[in-house]
């Protein structure tokens, strides 16, 4: 069977930005920022996502188009007999991990989406406001797993037909509408009594922050799972390109995309953080609670929550498919399954391991795997934090050791210039080096 392909080089950007582009810019940004002193994490997430992350997005996308296979399948066909593929493991796992979560949240956003429709949402409950009402749909059984299963159904129905295209199309429409629709929301909460201890928190670094050794791991981890980055999706998005289309203006293109996403959305929801008093280290219910309360108070709120819970519930269903895409190509090659059987499959199990994480809301809020972590927060701990990164730091190796310099170069599409240089002595030298070291400090 002849490999699937990209039609256009604009099908591929499109599909990496919806990759990049989801809960993780929005829901992700803002709650970690918010736990990690607001400034000084925007800052080091900054740093990483310009040192690390777009030369390994520019990196990570090269070895999938060189090698044409899934994320195991590219490194056993670049580096055969030797134990790169490993690479690859970390991959997969994350890929289980990240999906099992993102679709629970995903299900809230669904669920908002809904409410907006209904008019539910349009104010805020007598008793216990939004918070109250957050609350109270988490801590149900069936309620979020209902919209959680409502999610990865589609995402399935996405990777094993073929409307993906469709989706690529609908961003085309619907990112545009939600960078719009962030930009007037940013322009109303920046108008809010308060809003100026919100923008300090964000754009004014408290330094003592940097002292915490955690603060980095966390903004590390922040950056490649915004960028999809060491997972191998964007690496398998890759392998579907051919060998004509050109990627470091691309790599430079989807990073900078995200990148504005993440900092609008810090926009919007820090200064309505601090005018609504909410608590900014709420943790992941955090642009939930926020939300609302904008939309409550901002003229025609109840239109721009609907239109936006519907672009974010597509923004997170784009991010989604490219996560399932990559245990779905990875098991098609292993085991010789369709597309449909390998995708069913996969996602099915990815739904299961997600009623963890949403009963870990409700009836096993007291289930702490790591820390004081609960079970959304420890899987996410393991697969952004550790496993995407080691699958970053073993990619920069495989690229900057096992390959000889001019391949590459060809390989990235770069030439032995300024730029070419740039990129390999970062990812060759500075890459691995600064993971090693945010990974051996945050152990202590
Ligand atoms: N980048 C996506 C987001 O920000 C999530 C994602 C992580 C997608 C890893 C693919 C791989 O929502």
Redesign the pocket.
């Known amino acids: 069977m002849a490999r699937e392909q990209w039609g256009t080089k604009l099908g591929f950007m499109l599909a990496a930005m919806g990759?990049?582009?989801?809960?993780?810019?929005?829901?992700?940004?803002s709650f970690v920022a918010g736990e990690n002193g607001g400034g000084a994490f925007l800052l080091l997430y900054l740093v990483f996502v310009f040192l690390i992350g777009i030369p390994l997005l520019l990196t990570e996308v090269s070895i999938g188009r060189k090698a044409k296979s899934d994320v195991i399948g590219s490194y056993k066909t670049l580096a055969p007999r030797t134990p790169w593929f490993m690479t690859g493991f970390f991959g997969v796992c994350?890929?289980f991990l990240?999906l099992s979560f993102?679709a629970v949240v995903a299900g809230w956003a669904l669920y908002y989406f809904v409410n907006y429709v209904t008019g539910n949402f349009f104010q805020a409950p007598a008793e216990g406001g939004f918070e109250g009402a957050f609350g109270g749909f988490i801590s149900q059984g069936w309620q979020p797993l209902f919209w959680s299963a409502l999610f990865m159904t589609l995402t399935i129905i996405i990777v094993f037909s073929g409307v993906k295209k469709g989706i690529e199309m609908a961003n085309k429409i619907f990112m545009p509408l939600l960078a719009l629709l962030l930009i007037i929301l940013a322009g109303f909460s920046l108008s809010l009594d308060g809003a100026m201890e919100g923008l300090a928190f964000l754009f004014q670094p408290d330094w003592s922050a940097l002292t915490q050794p955690s603060i980095y791991i966390q903004a590390l981890g922040q950056a490649?799972?915004?960028?999809?980055?060491?997972?191998?999706?964007?690496l398998t998005y890759g392998s579907y390109l051919s060998d004509d289309k050109r990627l470091p203006s691309a790599a430079v293109g989807i990073g900078l995309m995200?990148t504005f996403?993440a900092v609008i959305s810090g926009l919007v929801i820090f200064p309505a953080v601090f005018a609504f008093s909410i608590d900014p280290t709420s943790g992941p219910p955090l642009v939930f609670i926020t939300l609302p309360s904008i939309f409550e108070q901002m003229p025609l709120g109840g239109i721009a929550g609907l239109l936006f819970f519907f672009a974010l519930s597509l923004?997170?269903l784009s991010?989604?498919i490219?996560?399932l895409e990559?245990p779905t190509a990875y098991f098609m090659r292993l085991f010789n399954w369709t597309r449909k059987k390998s995708s069913v499959i996969v996602g099915s199990i990815m739904f299961f391991l997600g009623i963890f994480v949403s009963l870990g809301f409700g009836i096993w809020a007291d289930v702490t795997p790591i820390a004081d972590f609960n079970i959304l927060d420890s899987m996410d701990y393991i697969a952004?934090n550790i496993f995407?990164p080691l699958g970053g730091l073993s990619m920069a190796l495989f690229v900057g050791w096992y390959f000889a310099k001019p391949t590459a170069l060809k390989a990235v599409d770069l030439k032995d210039d300024v730029f070419g240089n740039v990129w390999y002595a970062l990812v060759k030298y500075l890459v691995p080096i600064m993971i090693i070291v945010i990974f051996i400090s945050s152990i202590q």
């Open positions: 990759s990049a582009v989801g809960l993780g810019n929005i829901w992700r940004f994350s890929a990240i993102y490649f799972f915004s960028l999809s980055l060491g997972m191998g999706a964007l995200d996403f923004a997170a991010s989604a490219s996560i990559v952004s995407l």
